[in-house]
């Protein structure tokens, strides 16, 4: 067995890969038209703490909006927020509400 250590060089009893990962990830929210549904305006709203009527304004200004960046805990939880505003989780042949791309 290999010794697993933390962040501070101490071995640890559990490994959580999720805890080694030090890659910051970003969320950026892509519109596909130029005007913003009201999913968009919402889940900005939410995700960046603006009200509507700031985010309506801020995703007018750009066409690929930062949602959230951070390590990998922080992105779990933010899609988990976003999931709310996506729409369905099975396949339709509807447009999906959101498209947010991470890497």
């Given at each position: 067995m290999t010794n697993i250590l933390n962040e501070h060089d101490c071995p640890v009893t559990s490994d959580?890969?999720?805890l080694r990962d030090r890659t910051i990830y970003k969320l950026y929210l892509i519109k596909e038209r130029?005007?913003?549904t009201k999913?968009?305006?919402?889940?900005?709203?939410q995700m960046c703490g603006f009200n509507y009527i700031e985010a309506?304004?801020?995703?007018r200004e750009e066409e690929q909006f930062l949602l959230?960046?951070?390590d990998a805990y922080e992105m779990r939880d933010a899609l988990?927020?976003?999931s709310l505003y996506s729409g369905p989780s099975?396949?339709?042949?509807?447009?999906?509400?959101?498209?947010v791309f991470y890497w």
């Open positions: 959580i890969p999720m130029g005007k913003s999913e968009e305006i919402r889940a900005t709203s309506s304004k801020k995703l959230a960046e951070g988990k927020v976003i099975r396949p339709t042949n509807r447009r999906p509400k959101l498209r």
